[in-house]
């Protein structure tokens, strides 16, 4: 399982090409989101040592705070509202270097420098999104978007 990944061991493709599997273990054949939720974000936490990393869910016409690892965290964030939102509204991945520069960001921890949002769809339709906030400027690229793409596919989400 993920517990097997050493903090910075190897280049971050290579991080991600042993986390894949993992996560696959862990997912598969769990019919319960919240428990796949919860351990993709503690494998990401722990592979990587990224300051936050959860998911936010959409209920009632909000994100709604699900399973996380790290800080206390903003519980609700409306739709087209900082990178969460507008990952949401734009059903697609955003890379933010530098949340300071982010239009609308907001600050749920004045510690976060840089975040990836990745939504998470049902037939389209963007039901979560996972979101993962780094306390360094500039720690997100097109190989985080493409791993945890292929990592938020493998969570199955039903009604």
């Given at each position: ?69 790290g800080p206390v965290a903003c519980t609700r964030i409306k739709f ?21 520069q982010f239009p609308g960001h907001i600050a749920c921890n004045s ?49």
């Amino acid at each position: 399982m993920a517990e097997n990944l050493l903090i910075g061991q190897g280049s971050k493709v290579e991080m991600y090409e042993a986390l894949l599997p993992q996560i696959e273990g862990l997912v598969s054949g769990e019919e319960d989101v919240v428990a796949n939720m919860a351990n993709v974000a503690a494998a990401l936490k722990r592979t990587f040592d990224f300051f936050w990393v959860g998911f936010y869910v959409v209920k009632n016409g909000v994100l709604v705070l699900a399973p996380f690892q790290g800080p206390v965290a903003c519980t609700r964030i409306k739709f087209g509202k900082g990178v969460c939102g507008t990952a949401w509204k734009e059903a697609q991945t955003i890379v933010v270097p530098d949340v300071e520069q982010f239009p609308g960001h907001i600050a749920c921890n004045s510690a976060s420098r840089s975040e990836i949002v990745v939504p998470l769809f049902r037939d389209k339709e963007v039901v979560a999104v996972l979101d993962i906030d780094s306390d360094s400027l500039n720690n997100f690229d097109e190989t985080d978007a493409k791993y945890l793409e292929t990592i938020c596919r493998l969570i199955n989400i039903r009604d």
